[in-house]
């Protein structure tokens, strides 16, 4: 059983590796940043492991990275990294986040990155980029996600194939669904970082960064359910005003299960 939230890990271990990163604050920070990281070691399961059930590759990985860019080289930090090692993930998204967090420490990730690309096959019904796992279709919230990891990680992927495929899924209001004929979602917020990267942003817009900001503006306003703002004066009842925050919050929710095989 977890011995706090998962949310207060996370959220912890990213203020842990943002303070060891920063130089010009680490020393400023050295007693904080230290008595975090002890408080996570002491929230760690007896298996080496953070979190609750289901979110335990999220919190170990997560709190794995902070102690390592701190240095923070303790029995705790190579405990995780053995869970990790030893464990497999249910989806993509799990597998990842334990593949980057091994990487980053120097183990070889060969076979778990292989079996990641094995299952994009460009060229076959919904094959050219990633789905939830091998059992689903290609979808572009874990399109994005993989991408997003293969993109530190050395690999065989056919990266072009899979950024063609989020390109032909972007609504014409600049975001992404989640899956094929889905509503906007906030998977938008992931893609702008990979289409905006310079390894994947069309050559014309690569030195423009006025460009890149238009690119990614409508996929942020639609990722939140809202219209790209506009001046609105109240005394025309006719002009249609935004939706409200109950109405967001219904279109999010409806999202399609992924489409399996």
């Keep these: ?30 007693s904080q940043r230290d008595a975090a990281l002890q408080w996570l070691e002491e929230q760690q399961l007896n298996d080496g492991a953070w979190g609750a059930s289901g979110l335990k590759f999220r919190a170990t990985s997560l709190t794995a990275d902070a102690m390592r860019a701190s240095g923070w080289m303790h029995n705790s930090y190579f405990a995780a990294l053995t869970w990790l090692a030893n464990h497999a993930g249910a989806n993509n998204d799990d597998e990842l986040r334990r593949a980057l967090a091994l990487y980053r420490h120097g183990a070889d990730i060969t ?27 290609q979808a572009t919230l874990d399109t994005g996600v993989v991408l997003r990891a293969l993109a530190e990680i050395p690999n065989s992927a056919n990266h072009q194939s899979a950024i ?9 209001s600049g975001a992404w669904p989640s899956v094929a004929g889905g509503p906007a979602f906030r ?33 942020y306003h639609a990722a939140r359910g809202e ?13 249609s005003l935004p939706k409200t925050k109950q109405q967001n919050k219904k279109n999010i929710t409806k999202i399609n299960v992924r489409e399996k095989f």
């Design 187 to 219: 998977a938008a917020r992931i893609y702008h970082k990979i289409l905006g990267n310079a390894r994947y942003m069309p050559a014309t817009q690569k030195n423009s960064l006025a460009s890149q900001k238009n690119f990614t503006k409508n996929a």
């Design 1 to 30: 059983m977890s011995k706090c939230s998962e949310p207060t890990l996370r959220v912890l271990a990213r203020i842990v590796f943002t303070l060891s990163i920063a130089f010009d604050a680490a020393a400023a920070y050295d």
């Design 164 to 172: 063609n495929f989020l390109k032909s899924s972007q609504l014409s």
């Design 111 to 137: 076979a778990l990155t292989n079996r990641i690309t094995s299952e994009q096959q460009p060229g076959a019904p919904g094959r050219d980029g990633w789905g939830l796992s091998a059992l689903y279709r």
């Design 227 to 239: 219209a790209v703002p506009t001046i609105v004066h109240k005394k025309k009842k006719s002009q």
